[in-house]
C-alpha cells in the first residue's frame, strides 16, 4: 500500500476524514512556502496537495491563478518545486500530491519527470488535464514504475464509462469535483452533492476525495458526512494573498488549517 492508501487506511480505522489542504507552490515565494507546509501539517493536514502554478490554466479560478501567476512572475518552476519537496518531506511526515497540469510534465519528459518525482519524496500526482485513456500507455506506467499514486478526476458530469476508466486508472484516492466549473470559493454547497457523493462511492473501491469550492469549516463538516477526504484550496490561498505582509502568516494559516481541520475528526 502506498504512503496516499496508508493515510486514508488509517482516517477509516479512526473513523475520521482525511484533511487535504492545497497550496501553490511557489506562493508568494518559495521560502514562503516551506513555513506554509509547516504550518499546514502543524494545523492538521493528513497529505497536502502542492500545486505548479502554470500559465494557461483550464480548471484553475481567479484566486489561484493570481496566485499562479505571482509565483511563475517569481521565478517558481517545476525543478524548484521538487527541490522543496525534497528538503520538506521527511520532516513533514505527510504525502506530498502533485497538482499540475500535463505541459511542465511533457516538456520534462515523462519518463525523466517521474523518476525525478519520486527522487524528491512526491507520493502521488493528479494532473488536472490529462484523461485517463490518454495516460494509459506511457503516464500511468512511468509513475506505477516509481511507485507513486496517478489521481485522477471525476465530476458530476462523469458518464458511468468515465468512472470506470478514471477509478481503473487511479490509485490513491480518487478527486471528485464538487461542482461545475472551476475551483473557488462558494457560499452554499451544490443540494445534491451529498446524494452524488453517496452513490458513487458505492460503486469504487478506491478512497473519494471532495473539492472544488469547500472554503468553511461547516462545509468541510457537510462534505465529511459522506466523504473520505475534504481538499480545501481557494480559501486558504486567499488567506495568503490578503496577510502577504503580515509576519504572522504562518500562524494564520496554521490556525485556519486547524479550523477546518476540526471538524473532520482530527
Given at each position: 500500500m502506498?504512503a496516499?492508501?496508508e ?45 505548479m ?20 512572475d ?13 528538503t ?43 484523461p ?10 512511468a ?5 507513486l499514486?496517478?489521481?485522477?478526476l ?6 458511468k ?21 472551476v475551483?473557488g ?12 457523493v ?9 478512497p473519494v ?14 462534505v ?8 480545501v ?9 490578503e496577510?502577504?505582509d ?14 477546518l ?6
Amino acid at each position: 500500500m502506498s504512503a496516499i492508501g496508508e493515510v486514508f487506511a488509517r482516517c477509516k480505522a479512526e473513523k475520521r476524514t482525511a484533511f487535504i489542504p492545497f497550496l501553490v507552490a511557489g506562493h508568494p515565494d518559495l521560502e514562503t512556502t516551506g513555513k506554509l507546509l509547516d504550518a499546514l501539517v502543524a494545523g492538521g493536514a493528513d497529505l497536502i496537495e502542492l500545486g505548479m502554478p502554470f500559465s494557461d490554466p483550464v480548471a484553475d479560478g481567479p484566486v489561484i491563478q493570481a496566485a499562479a501567476q505571482r509565483a511563475l512572475d517569481a521565478g517558481m518552476t517545476m525543478s524548484k518545486l521538487l527541490e522543496l519537496v525534497a528538503t520538506k518531506r521527511d520532516a513533514l511526515g505527510v504525502p506530498i500530491v502533485l497538482f499540475t497540469y500535463f505541459n511542465p510534465i511533457l516538456a520534462r519528459g515523462l519518463e525523466r519527470f517521474a523518476e525525478q518525482a519520486a527522487a524528491s519524496g512526491i507520493d502521488g500526482v493528479l494532473c488536472v488535464d490529462l484523461p485517463p485513456e490518454e495516460g494509459e500507455r506511457e503516464w500511468i506506467p512511468a509513475l506505477q514504475a516509481r511507485g507513486l499514486d496517478a489521481i485522477f478526476l471525476l465530476a458530476p458530469t462523469s458518464t458511468k464509462e468515465r468512472i470506470k476508466k478514471a477509478s481503473a486508472a487511479s490509485s490513491g484516492f480518487l478527486y471528485y469535483v464538487s461542482r461545475r466549473g472551476v475551483t473557488g470559493e462558494q457560499s452554499l454547497l451544490d443540494p445534491e452533492l451529498s446524494k452524488r457523493v453517496k452513490r458513487l462511492r458505492r460503486k469504487l473501491d478506491l478512497p473519494v476525495a471532495v473539492g472544488f469550492g469547500i472554503s468553511t469549516p461547516e462545509q468541510a463538516a457537510a462534505v465529511a458526512k459522506v466523504a473520505d477526504g475534504v481538499v480545501v484550496g481557494s480559501a486558504l490561498v486567499r488567506t495568503i494573498e490578503e496577510n502577504l505582509d503580515d509576519p504572522r502568516l504562518a500562524e494564520r494559516i496554521e490556525i485556519q488549517a486547524r479550523e477546518l481541520a476540526a471538524p473532520l475528526g482530527r
